[in-house]
């Protein structure tokens, strides 16, 4: 069956320095991966999708890489703020493959940034 | 920015009472989501819904759940008979189309079941 896993439940880093979450998959051909970011008692927010034909992608402070060779997607974040701490969610999608176009999430990453 | 909305925030309901959770998508919007989040637990997939009719469904969405969109504009979760285990938090999600665009996501129905 289909398996996501994040990197550690929690990660905790000190403001100004580079958060890198990770997301491995498992019994998935994804046509492309999106992240959201999440804050306690809300819905996800989209941050950033990567298709399966790309290997990077950035916005701002955020860059993800995707390598469907090891089934695994990295989500930086630079110059990281107090603001950024939140839970980050990776999302697998099907696309077109899938009739629905329904998302699988992973358990998602909290991250904790300290001034 | 246009976004996904729900109603209620929070409902608390009576073991096997119905309850109908709502969400009005982003108009231009044509695929539509209901997931759901245990505390402390991943989103899961419940139903989606596109053109009128369910696309796909999860084994958590049994004869007890059912969705509609009774007008241009809403989009309903209707659990008939509830359960405890029922209580988490419900986010509706919609999307304009399949290819390459992510799904929104409202703020979730926290619902709890008595």
């Known amino acids: 069956s289909q398996k996501i896993e994040q990197n550690s439940e929690a990660l905790n880093i000190q403001e100004g320095k580079t958060a890198t979450l990770t997301c491995n998959y498992t019994?998935?051909?994804?046509?492309?991966l999106q992240w959201y970011r999440q804050d306690p008692g809300r819905g996800p927010v989209f941050l950033l999708l990567?298709?399966?034909?790309?290997k990077e992608k950035r916005k701002e402070r955020l860059k993800v890489t995707f390598d469907t060779t090891l089934k695994q997607s990295l989500f930086h974040i630079t110059a990281s703020q107090p603001a950024d701490s939140a839970t980050y969610l990776c999302?697998?999608?099907?696309?077109?493959?899938?009739?629905?176009?329904?998302?699988?999430f992973g358990d998602g990453t909290t991250l904790t940034v300290k001034p | 920015e246009p976004e996904v909305t729900q109603t209620p925030s929070h409902q608390v309901t009576q073991m096997g009472q119905e309850v109908i959770l709502r969400c009005v998508p982003i108009?231009?919007?044509?695929?539509f989501y209901w997931y759901r989040q245990i505390l402390g637990q991943k989103v899961e997939f419940l139903v989606s819904?596109?053109?009128?009719?369910?696309?796909?469904k999860s084994e958590i969405f049994d004869d007890q759940f059912s969705v509609e969109r009774p007008d241009g504009s809403n989009f309903t979760l209707k659990i008939r008979s509830t359960k405890l285990e029922d209580s988490a938090m419900y986010f509706c999600a919609s999307r304009n189309r399949i290819s390459n665009q992510p799904q929104h996501f409202g703020d979730g129905t926290r619902l709890s079941i008595l």
């Open positions: 999302a697998l999608d099907g696309g077109e493959r899938s009739d629905a176009g329904k998302s699988t």
């Open positions: 819904f596109y053109n009128n009719e369910i696309s796909e």
């Open positions: 108009s231009n919007h044509l695929y």
């Open positions: 990567i298709r399966e034909n790309e």
């Open positions: 019994n998935y051909s994804p046509a492309y």
